[in-house]
């Protein structure tokens, strides 16, 4: 029990993969009694679909409606398609609200009706109210199904009230305290309740809501609730009117998601859906070759440069030997740059409008950068090559960096600015941009230092 | 309140900041009231040290020590140069053990031993207990402050334990279930004991625990308790005997550096302190310049690898045209790979022993993605210019983008290997040592088509 988690599964899957192949079900069973809910969820994950599916229906209800409930949209959609109809339709009855509106968003659109048709009436009708809300929107993450507090009641009466509640809440650690007309005006922790006097008032007991609306990007409501640390936040409607919590663990699984996806975009590749060694190399292609395949179309403009360039490259074949440092150092300055600011954006510190001094600062900074860069490598090349071809790349690497470092720093920018995600812009895309313009600036500066 | 929140901050900075200036503190402490205490620790992160400890003074006591909690250990530290030693103190003592913790790390050691002197016996032993962890492990950031229940105790003597001990506990949602050697036989939520009837067994309503050693990388089990949604897993010590307990809100602390840390060091920079626009540009660009000039240094291999080819250069300079986009499209797979992969390791996927795995999946897609690239280019180019150059360019980039996807793959696989961070082997890393090793496969190939 004490050795660390990940190995487990590794060996839970080398132990159980030969179990499958015989159909050994009573020894499946065994295996995989002792591991954790978590556990059998990262199984799952490994595992091919079919295999999945037989591991899946030897689980007692309770625990497989908890296995299913950790597993991603993707993986929890495969293994809808491979269950029989009646076995999903019993999951699907038992999810969260929130959770079942989630993998909607992933099966065919003929399916869907079907499994809400299943539902109870009070079940398909809290499901609608979550359906209710854009995609992206962190309406889809909440939970309508929580407890509120009254502002004007004590604290032994909101506890009562958790009580006879609970049965039917998802989020019960952090309450809403809410006025007569429904308004968000504080939130209180079960903690702080359960420490209070019963005759203390909630009012005092508060402390100041942070709230989003419904409408909000579910990934900026995900990381105000994850980066304060709280248990769950009130979602409100446009008139600050309560509709519902988004739990910590559900923000969470957005911020997962959406961190996946910039930190593999911003290596241009799409996002794997389900472990890289569970995923087939044909899959892995398919969610490079797009970007692959569009960077290259983008770096024949460097052949083009070049190509009006040629006469001078015939005439000085030294410079060719530096093509590849220059651009090189242009690409690495704008990667440092979109990297610091796609990030910035993704934890809310620089909004869109402060796109001038973005572009100010990142000036500043690849200047600096190209200063010290130029100075050096002009020096160097002036001793080892001619003081003409050292006075041409140290001013190439100064104006590169101070470009590229703009020109990183703005892309992300923009992005944000169109609405699609700035990791789209990735540093690849960055570098092939990059290396165009660097070039152009080497042989105008080269023509101009070296008079051809 | 249902505007979102980012904008709010940075309003709340835009009129904060002249009432800093004319050291108008009534009119800061009505402009601070209503705004949340993740709203006020976002706003300090923002202002200058000065700035930040003028309006950090203006807080009630207990709102002060909220706030603080919710900074990061950076800007704490920076705060707590400002502040005054009695203030540090007072601070200090209010914290959880954990937080003091980390804390600790980031202060001066002569401060250390001084704030430790000021807290009560108690609290010096909780934090001892907590700082006898190496730094980097779980057990600094577990709070040794739970609440615990026996395995063969009833729901209702559980209950009733919670309320004695509710005052002394920071963890209290999720309780580690304990046998008599105080092992951890399990774990249940608050909210299961308060459905279930006061007579009902503890045994009965557990679940399986998912724990982590103390001495496992902090990063590794903060995952394992995120990704699975729970709100606090136990810590252990290596005979399973319970330790402390690790909430959620410390895991998103230590996955949110680390997330950061990663996106940071991928596109070549040192994660930043503070907010991007509350950085100076000297400070920006020393996140960079380090890692620039070891690039930089590094691309004097193309330099030296083009000049070994320079008489094949003179004698067929239109080699030299399409030098940026081979080296470019050897960067950008290489880069695929190694973002593929970084997450792959960050997330548990893939463990350092399938090396060899990884590597043949990586040649697999390298030599797919090559063999598209490498036929569409060759063509394109046998049209434009000539046949033979033509071949040269389509074997190039079928070898330089298998040998690119193999090294990209493998780099941060040997990164964890040698426990050094994957993500250190960044994006531009990998580009600068692809560029050179694809200049010669480019020079041998064209040698031998070519015949010179």
């Known amino acids: 029990m004490t050795a660390p988690r990940v190995p487990d599964v590794f060996d839970l899957i080398d132990r159980i993969d030969p179990l499958i192949d015989a159909r050994d079900f009573p020894a499946i069973v065994e ?3 002792p591991a954790s ?70 099966l065919p659109a003929t399916l869907a009706p079907r499994l809400l048709r299943g ?11 979550v359906l209710g809300y854009p995609k992206g929107s962190v309406g889809r ?17 909101a506890l009562e009230r958790v009580r006879l509640r609970i049965d ?14 429904r308004h ?13 006097r019963p005759e203390d008032r909630v009012a005092d007991l508060m402390r100041r809501p942070t709230v989003a609306t419904a409408y909000a990007d579910a990934e900026e409501a995900a990381r105000t609730c994850a980066s304060a640390g709280y248990l ?64 290259a179309v983008g770096a024949t ?6 190509e009006v360039f040629e006469a001078t490259l015939e005439e000085v074949t030294v410079l060719a030997l530096f093509v590849p440092l220059l651009i090189g150092t242009g690409g690495n300055t704008g990667n440092q740059a979109a990297t610091t600011i796609t990030r910035a954006l993704a934890l809310g510190d620089v909004r869109p409008r402060d796109v001038w001094r973005v572009l100010a600062r990142e000036l500043g900074v690849g200047l600096s950068l190209g200063t010290l860069l130029g100075l050096l490598g002009g020096t160097i090349t002036s001793l080892v090559y001619e003081p003409r071809i050292g006075l041409v790349i140290g001013l190439t690497l100064l104006a590169v960096c101070a470009m590229a470092a703009a020109i990183g720093g703005v892309m992300p920018m923009i992005a944000r600015a169109l609405r699609v995600d700035p990791a789209v812009f990735s540093n690849p895309f960055i570098s092939t941009f990059v290396d165009a313009t660097g070039l152009i600036v080497y042989f105008v500066i080269a023509r101009a230092v070296l008079g051809i």
């Open 37 to 106: 809910v978590d556990e059998v969820a990262s199984l799952l994950k490994r595992l091919t679909v079919t295999e999945g599916a037989v591991v899946f229906r030897l689980l007692t209800k309770d625990r497989a409606v908890r296995v299913f409930e950790q597993l991603s949209a993707g993986v929890q959609s495969d293994l809808v398609h491979a269950l029989k109809d009646a076995e999903v339709a019993e999951i699907f009855a038992d999810l969260d609200p929130d959770d079942r509106v989630e993998l909607l968003d992933e």
């Open 184 to 196: 968000v005006v504080g939130v209180i922790g079960l903690k702080d309740l359960m420490r209070a």
């Open 141 to 157: 993450r909440m939970t309508p199904e929580y407890i509120s507090a009254r502002e004007d009641s004590t604290a032994g009466e």
């Open 168 to 181: 039917d809440a998802e989020a019960i650690y952090t309450l809403p305290v809410l006025d007569d007309s």
């Open 232 to 295: 769950a936040i009130p979602i409100v409607d446009n008139e600050s009117r309560l509709v519902g919590m988004l739990t910590i663990d559900d923000a969470m699984r957005v911020l997962q998601h959406e961190e996946s996806e910039d930190a593999a975009r911003q290596g241009g590749v799409e996002p794997l859906r389900r472990p890289y060694l569970a995923t087939s190399i044909r899959s892995l292609a398919s969610t490079r070759i797009v970007w692959l395949l569009v960077l």
């Open 119 to 129: 539902l109870s009436d009070k079940e398909r009708r809290l499901t609608a109210a």
């Open 301 to 306: 403009l460097t052949v083009q440069v070049l």
């Open 31 to 33: 295996a995989i009694s």
